[in-house]
């Protein structure tokens, strides 16, 4: 096995489908690196039943690269320690991805940090090459699936996505270093691109995760069915990562082994799984803001850890990300009407394990 290739252990997590985090920053009143939290929050998704955590990801703040911040690498070093240690007393492995953002020479640079840190693989935003063209693209993508193993991540562009085709995924399918794709356009037809494509690679060790967080129940239950040379080929989305279960979290590890028990035994879903469906899209515009465009998105997630006590603040590294207009009124409005889906109880039982040490 070459050095830039998945452990066969974490492979077999990753397609076995598992709640991954997209892990947040927790920063102090001067917006300054609260590392004492930080680990809690580690500490929390892995408790919670996570099978992962994405690190230096869209949650954890795009800011952390900046010379003057200085985060990347302290951030996720401090995962990797959390994640190490909790590996220690468990059976599988932990699925350790960060996200790689920039142009080649950034994206190339940031995949060698991730291996030097243990990462398994990076989770590769296209963000920054809306003028690469399809081929300067897919050359991107290879050229950092040389020095990690690489997810795909259609990001929606309302957060600054890029639009990737059918032919773009196809393609993407084919470079033998993928091994995921998080699937986060927020909208049916580009979802169905991806699987499709995946489907019609041939590819059945690519694992593909949701990452639409309006839509998670229903992507976990659906049955994606192509035609592909002629016969019928279906694919599923076995798990999540996703900024929603940054919040949540031990009860987003129950809905999905609930997702994976109705899929494994056939049959109709249940209409109450349809009406949770609807449940968590709707604490899902309240998290991230959605009645102002996303404004409020990181912030949001923030304002229900610090409800919780695991952060001190919603504080952002900039400054301007705040609470949407509301937006603390449609958190109130979900905790209210949802209690089933809050793990609050959970979170207070250990909260002073977390925080100490």
Not at 39 to 66: C, D, W
Not at 78 to 89: G, I, Q, S, V, Y
Not at 152 to 157: A, D, I, S
């Amino acid at each position: 096995m070459a050095s830039s290739e998945l452990n066969p252990a974490v492979k077999a997590v990753l397609n076995k489908g598992v709640v991954i985090p997209a892990h947040p920053l927790a920063l102090d009143v001067h917006r300054k690196l609260d590392e004492r939290r930080q680990r809690a929050l580690s500490r929390y998704y892995i408790a919670s039943g996570a099978g992962g955590l994405a690190v230096g990801v869209h949650t954890t703040q795009f800011e952390i690269r900046k010379p003057e911040i200085g985060l990347f690498k302290p951030v996720l070093q401090l995962a990797a320690e959390e994640m190490t240690r909790a590996d220690r007393a468990r059976a599988t492995p932990l699925v350790r991805i960060a996200g790689i953002v920039g142009q080649t020479a950034q994206a190339v640079g940031e995949a060698h940090i991730l291996r030097d840190l243990g990462y398994h693989a990076g989770l590769l935003s296209l963000a920054a090459m809306k003028q690469a063209g399809e081929d300067g693209l897919i050359t991107h993508c290879k050229q950092v699936a040389d020095v990690i193993p690489i997810v795909g991540f259609y990001l929606q562009p309302a957060v600054g996505g890029v639009h990737l085709s059918y032919r773009f995924w196809r393609r993407f399918a084919e470079i033998s270093n993928v091994v995921a794709v998080k699937i986060a356009p927020f909208n049916r037809y580009q979802t169905l691109d991806i699987v499709r494509a995946v489907a019609e690679s041939g590819r059945t060790d690519i694992a593909l995760y949701t990452g639409n967080d309006d839509n998670i129940v229903m992507d976990l239950l659906t049955p994606h069915r192509f035609m592909a040379q002629g016969k019928p080929v279906t694919r599923r989305i076995v798990g999540g990562l996703l900024g929603h279960w940054s919040v949540w979290t031990r009860k987003a590890v129950e809905l999905l082994d609930e997702c994976h028990k109705l899929v494994a035994a056939g049959g109709d879903v249940p209409v109450d799984m349809v009406q949770r469906s609807i449940e968590v899209t709707d604490t899902n515009a309240a998290f991230f803001d959605a009645a102002n465009h996303y404004q409020g998105v990181i912030a949001g997630l923030h304002e229900v850890l610090r409800r919780q006590g695991l952060l001190a603040g919603t504080w952002c590294l900039n400054p301007h990300e705040t609470l949407g207009p509301g937006q603390a009124a449609e958190i109130d409005r979900v905790y209210r009407d949802y209690p089933h889906l809050h793990d609050d109880n959970f979170v207070a039982e250990h909260l002073g394990q977390w925080l100490s040490g």
